[in-house]
């Protein structure tokens, strides 16, 4: 024993080197010489200083990890081989912690929790075999990476499957990456270059003040029709800030939705209750909602952010963007193929005024503008219509074209408060 902790020392305490720390590298496996070697990630977390390089070797480690320190963990090459996984343990994922919002219980794949300057890279963290039954919706939220009252960056990461065993109707658990703040705690992570599929509620997620997300270049793919959850792909809520640029947004689908349903519609970008969020140069398709910013009378509003250059295609029920908020820029857009309206500042939800839609080019849709009956001064002013059947109209609901190969709002009750944001 005494062998194995000197080892284990040599190998892992930093080094002063010229008045500059030097931190240590360590593996996961065995694909390196040279460095002190470790079963499991846990392991080499926790054996290792703050500052330290945790190098994942390709293959299966079906663990939770929880980190409360500043580290590297990247998955690495070995010959032809390049994928390092974290799956599920054998007896399911468990909970390891709770929702700084609401106390609820969350089951973790990865843990970062108090802590700053945690990378992590090249890693998949799939939740398929999690053992966590619906069972009439348990509370118990299955969430693949969650930075909590903590920062750094995700690069490069696949979160996979992090959904529910069984049937799981309407059950609003199962996040990808989860970033949150609370208890006068802050979270600071740039999200980039990653893939997210197959969650259950929400792909990529930034909620309450404290938090800053940056999420940018990542493919964020839904389960398509589905009657599990209402999904959105990316979600900044509840006071949180940042920016979400250049992703590509699909296939949120909630199966059963109609348009006289209240809070439960899936959309590819959602900004619920935060102010001043950027959501520019996205690609969003298949979805009910496109983009939506929300404000909300309890929890805080969405005005003041930006909506520019993104591409929306096939919106089914409902917008390519909609607007709950007031004093938005929404410019540059181009926006193909929805059901209802491409941009609709919507009154049923409240005051809606000074928002600046202008230089959208909007094809194919019941409306190309639906502006509120009820909405104050807004400024709609150059945008170019191709096959809408109502340039700017008047309404909060539009009568669907003859023909049309996305689902018809037939419902003649007025469109109200539909996006369904996650708050674990």
Not at 50 to 64: D, F, K, M, N
Not at 166 to 177: A, E, P, T, Y
Not at 226 to 252: H, L, R
Request: proline share 4%.
């Amino acid at each position: 024993m005494n062998t194995i902790r000197a080892a284990i020392t040599s190998s892992v305490f930093l080094v002063a080197l010229g008045g500059h720390l030097m931190a240590a590298t360590v593996q996961v496996g065995t694909c390196r010489s040279g460095v002190a070697t470790f079963s499991s990630i846990q392991s080499a977390v926790n054996a290792t200083p703050a500052g330290a390089r945790v190098l994942v070797c390709p293959g299966t480690y079906p663990e939770q990890v929880v980190i409360k320190k500043a580290l590297t963990l990247r998955g690495v090459q070995s010959g032809t081989l390049g994928a390092a996984v974290i799956a599920a343990p054998p007896g399911g994922v468990v909970q390891n912690t709770t929702s700084l919002a609401t106390g609820n219980p969350i089951a973790a794949q990865i843990l970062v929790t108090g802590t700053t300057d945690v990378s992590i890279s090249n890693l998949t963290i799939d939740g398929s075999n999690n053992g966590i039954s619906s069972n009439g919706c348990t509370p118990l939220n299955l969430i693949g990476l969650y930075y909590q009252n903590a920062s750094g960056r995700v690069n490069h990461v696949a979160a996979l499957n992090q959904a529910l065993t069984g049937s799981s109707i309407g059950c609003q658990v199962g996040l990808g990456i989860f970033v949150q703040s609370g208890n006068g705690g802050t979270s600071t992570v740039a999200v980039t270059n990653s893939h997210v599929q197959n969650y259950q509620k929400n792909g990529i997620t930034g909620n309450e003040v404290g938090t800053t997300v940056v999420i940018s270049r990542n493919t964020v793919i839904g389960q398509g029709p589905t009657n599990g959850a209402a999904e959105n792909s990316i979600q900044i809520g509840f006071g949180a800030t940042g920016k979400i640029s250049s992703n590509t947004a699909m296939d949120d689908i909630w199966a059963p939705d109609t348009l006289s349903d209240t809070a439960d519609a899936a959309s590819g970008i959602l900004v619920f209750a935060s102010a001043g969020v950027t959501v520019s140069g996205n690609t969003v398709g298949n979805t009910q909602f496109g983009i939506a910013f929300v404000s909300d009378p309890i929890s805080g509003t969405a005005d003041g952010g930006i909506i520019k250059g993104n591409k929306i295609t096939a919106t089914h029920i409902l917008d390519g963007i909609e607007l709950c908020s007031s004093s938005n820029t929404v410019h540059d857009n181009t926006i193909n193929g929805s059901a209802e309206s491409a941009i609709h500042v919507d009154s049923s939800c409240g005051s809606v005024m000074n928002n600046v839609v202008s230089e959208n080019t909007l094809n194919d849709a019941c409306a190309g503008i639906l502006l509120g009956t009820a909405a104050g001064s807004n400024d709609i002013d150059s945008n170019a219509f191709f096959n809408t059947r109502h340039t700017v109209m008047t309404a909060d609901q539009c009568t669907p074209p003859l023909l049309s190969l996305r689902q018809p709002t037939t419902s003649s009750v007025a469109q109200t408060l539909r996006p369904s944001p996650v708050r674990p």
